[in-house]
């Protein structure tokens, strides 16, 4: 049971490359997240999806677009990626109106 | 507004001391707060839920609705205590809102 997976774990880029960061989880969820995590600043939502077929804005949206693409996937894409973009980015998940969520590993993300 | 404020950024005791991370909130409606830790180089968990009222790892927290705070406490700190921890509000939108969170470093 591996719980909630992201890859990759560390990925360097150059300013204005895209990549897309992966999650999936295998506990059956309907709720699935994606956070930034800065010093100093704690979690912020960057993304959620409540259901699979809907996504929503979290606190800091600008620069990243998500894609649900089935109930156990939710990916996170940075289209042209900028130094203020570097962060360790977490996915959770939790069961529809669950107040308990479950994280993944994180990943460690430069743009330099 | 819904905002979760953790004073500290860094907590250092020694080993045996008494140990209390702040956490304080702002919430209009009754929160439900919890406590994640994150231990080196591991993920986020969750470490405990003041609707369940129990000591985990020894760790207590008491909401205080007057106070609007939910403190975490630990009478003998130990060094495996040594983490980053983040106070958490569910509010009504089924989000998690977090606090910047307190590196506390257990020493010997």
């Known amino acids: 049971n591996a719980g909630v997976t992201q890859t990759p774990k560390f990925q360097v880029l150059k300013t204005g490359q895209s990549m897309t960061l992966q999650c999936a989880q295998d506990m059956n969820h309907n709720s699935m997240y994606w956070y930034r995590q800065d010093p100093g600043m704690g979690l912020r939502l960057i993304y959620y999806?409540?259901?699979?077929?809907?996504?929503d804005k979290g606190e800091v949206p600008n620069g990243y677009n998500v894609s649900r693409l089935n109930k156990r996937e939710f990916s996170l894409r940075l289209e042209s990626a900028a130094p203020s973009q570097t962060s360790v980015y977490f996915c959770a998940s939790s069961e529809l109106g669950g107040t308990i969520q479950y994280f993944g590993a994180g990943t460690r993300l430069s743009v330099l | 507004a819904q905002r979760v404020t953790q004073p500290e950024k860094l907590l250092s005791v020694f080993k045996g001391a008494p140990v209390e991370l702040k956490c304080n909130y702002s919430y209009s409606g009754s929160p439900e707060l919890f406590w994640y830790v994150q231990y080196s180089r591991q993920r986020l968990q969750l470490l405990l839920r003041?609707?369940s009222r129990e000591s985990i790892k020894g760790f207590t927290a008491d909401l205080n609705k007057g106070e609007t705070s939910f403190h975490l406490k630990k009478p003998f700190a130990q060094e495996e205590d040594s983490a980053m921890y983040y106070c958490a509000l569910f509010n009504q939108g089924g989000k998690l809102i977090f606090g910047q969170g307190t590196e506390l470093s257990v020493k010997p």
């Open positions: 003041h609707v």
């Open positions: 999806s409540a259901s699979e077929g809907t996504t």
